[in-house]
């Protein structure tokens, strides 16, 4: 298997992952919050749905400038070599706060956000079929509190961010009411 197709696929059983356990919820549940300032299961996946579509948006920008030959990023790789966990590790406090861009704003029932996170594999998908190996250390795409990063590990965050939010939705479960 093709590095793309492995990274796509890794994002595809987080997604998963994350989808099973979302989807085991009463709307209720999934509304539920344990104070006003935290996030529930909606507000997380929203959240997911709107960090991902803007990565993978981001990163077909980046593919299509590099196609046309405009410059994509100049400056120093700081990230060089390292692994998403080792990036983040570096870079984020312990509670970040999203970037209004990918902050929850509409709410809605989990139904909805589910299925619209569900559907993003298909532009990953259709990202992975355009990218080629060799692409994946030599395009940069800035994240916006981890700074540049390549298309590995974006596709990396991908799988991390999800895995992130499926651990505080694990964590909403284990508080909420019977």
Same mark, same amino acid.
């Not at 994350?18 to 919820?25: A, F, K, M, N």
């Not at 593919?63 to 046309?68: G, S, Y």
């Not at 120093?76 to 984020?92: D, N, P, Y």
């Not at 999203?98 to 809605?108: K, V």
């Given at each position: 298997?093709?590095? &793309? /197709?492995?990274? *796509? =696929?890794? &994002?595809?059983?987080?997604?998963?992952?994350?989808?099973?356990?979302?989807?085991?919820?009463?709307?209720?549940?999934?509304?539920? /919050?344990? =104070?006003?300032?935290?996030?529930? &299961?909606?507000?997380?996946?929203?959240?997911?749905?709107?960090? +991902?579509?803007?990565?993978?948006?981001?990163?077909? /920008?980046?593919?299509?400038?590099?196609?046309?030959? /405009?410059?994509?990023?100049?400056?120093?790789? *700081?990230?060089?070599?390292?692994?998403?966990?080792? *990036? &983040?590790?570096?870079?984020?406090? =312990?509670? +970040?706060?999203?970037?209004?861009?990918?902050?929850?704003?509409?709410?809605?029932?989990?139904? @909805?956000?589910?299925?619209?996170?569900?559907?993003?594999?298909? +532009?990953?998908?259709?990202?992975?079929?355009?990218?080629?190996?060799?692409?994946?250390?030599?395009?940069?795409?800035?994240?916006?509190?981890?700074?540049?990063?390549?298309?590995?590990?974006? @596709? +990396? @965050?991908?799988? @991390?961010? *999800?895995?992130?939010?499926?651990?505080?939705?694990?964590?909403?479960?284990?508080?909420?009411?019977?």
């Amino acid at each position: 298997m093709n590095q &793309v /197709k492995k990274l *796509i =696929s890794e &994002v595809l059983a987080a997604r998963n992952r994350y989808l099973d356990t979302v989807r085991q919820l009463s709307e209720a549940q999934a509304q539920w /919050k344990p =104070s006003p300032d935290v996030w529930n &299961v909606v507000d997380n996946t929203e959240h997911l749905y709107w960090a +991902e579509h803007g990565a993978i948006l981001g990163m077909w /920008k980046v593919l299509q400038a590099a196609r046309e030959g /405009k410059k994509i990023w100049e400056g120093e790789m *700081i990230h060089k070599g390292l692994s998403i966990e080792e *990036i &983040v590790a570096k870079t984020w406090k =312990s509670k +970040e706060i999203a970037p209004a861009i990918a902050a929850p704003r509409l709410g809605g029932p989990i139904g @909805f956000w589910a299925a619209s996170l569900e559907s993003l594999q298909v +532009e990953l998908n259709a990202l992975g079929h355009e990218l080629h190996d060799d692409e994946l250390e030599s395009l940069i795409h800035r994240h916006p509190i981890s700074g540049p990063i390549d298309i590995r590990q974006r @596709f +990396e @965050f991908l799988r @991390f961010h *999800i895995d992130r939010h499926l651990n505080q939705v694990e964590e909403l479960k284990s508080n909420m009411p019977v």
